[in-house]
């Protein structure tokens, strides 16, 4: 089952901090997030696993809860180049094989 | 390295033709998955495979057809093309590494069918 992103669109303006949640009623090994621009392909931002700890590297961050199979992604400070789609990709349990299921995406604008 | 290579960029089909879109990748990844992407449904997989010779299907597998005689590519063969399945197809690479392993997509295949 595919799990649910909100909200579905943010506007920020430069500066401004944003939260992205990903929810699932499955239980999750793990977590991937990913941005894709307009016209171009998903683009890996990170992963997080089952057990492990929140992750994150320069102003985008996330975390993971494993009691509510539900992630967040963080992105403080944004930057004209944080717009885009923003996507979660759920896992089960293990090794994804490459089969992961998709949330259907937050659309983030950010304004000068 | 290419990365992960897709062909057609751009395809327009009348119904019920059928077409192969092509995916390669050089980073010598076991997984390969194909996805569908439509507006508000996010990405939905179609077939993916765990290695040569390996297929199996993913959440919206009619109508489509997959093989894999090599690591390298894993071509989708659409069989009789429907207006249903314009779409954008993205193809992806991963290598197995127990729930850390990144998807690498390919730049994707917009496809029209009138």
């Known amino acids: 089952q595919q799990p649910v992103q909100s909200p579905q669109a943010v506007i920020l303006r430069e500066g401004e901090d944003a939260v992205i949640n990903c929810s699932s009623s499955?239980?999750?090994?793990?977590v991937h997030w990913y941005r894709q621009k307009h016209g171009e392909a998903p683009v890996f931002l990170m992963i997080l696993l089952k057990g492990g700890e929140q992750k994150g590297h320069e102003k985008i961050s996330a975390s993971f809860n494993e009691k509510k199979q539900q992630s967040s992604l963080y992105l403080t400070a944004s930057q004209l180049s944080y717009s885009g789609t923003y996507f979660c990709?759920?896992?089960?349990?293990?090794?994804?094989?490459?089969?992961?299921?998709f949330g259907q995406g937050t659309i983030l604008t950010v304004h000068p | 390295n290419a990365g992960v290579t897709q062909t057609p960029k751009f395809q327009v089909l009348k119904t019920g033709q059928s077409m192969t879109l092509q995916c390669a990748q050089d980073?010598?990844?076991?997984?390969m998955s194909w996805y569908r992407q439509d507006p508000g449904m996010g990405l939905r997989l179609i077939h993916y495979?765990?290695?040569?010779?390996?297929?199996d299907q993913g959440e919206v597998p009619n109508g489509y057809n997959v093989s894999r005689s090599t690591t390298e590519d894993f071509p989708l063969r659409l069989l009789s093309a429907a207006p249903s399945q314009t779409s954008v197809y993205f193809c992806?690479?991963?290598?197995?590494?127990?729930?850390?392993?990144?998807?690498?997509f390919g730049p994707g295949t917009r496809l029209l069918v009138l």
């Open positions: 990709g759920t896992n089960p349990g293990g090794t994804s094989y490459g089969k992961l299921t």
């Open positions: 499955k239980a999750l090994y793990s």
């Open positions: 495979s765990v290695g040569a010779g390996i297929t």
């Open positions: 992806a690479s991963s290598y197995g590494l127990a729930g850390g392993e990144t998807q690498y």
């Open positions: 980073m010598n990844h076991e997984y």
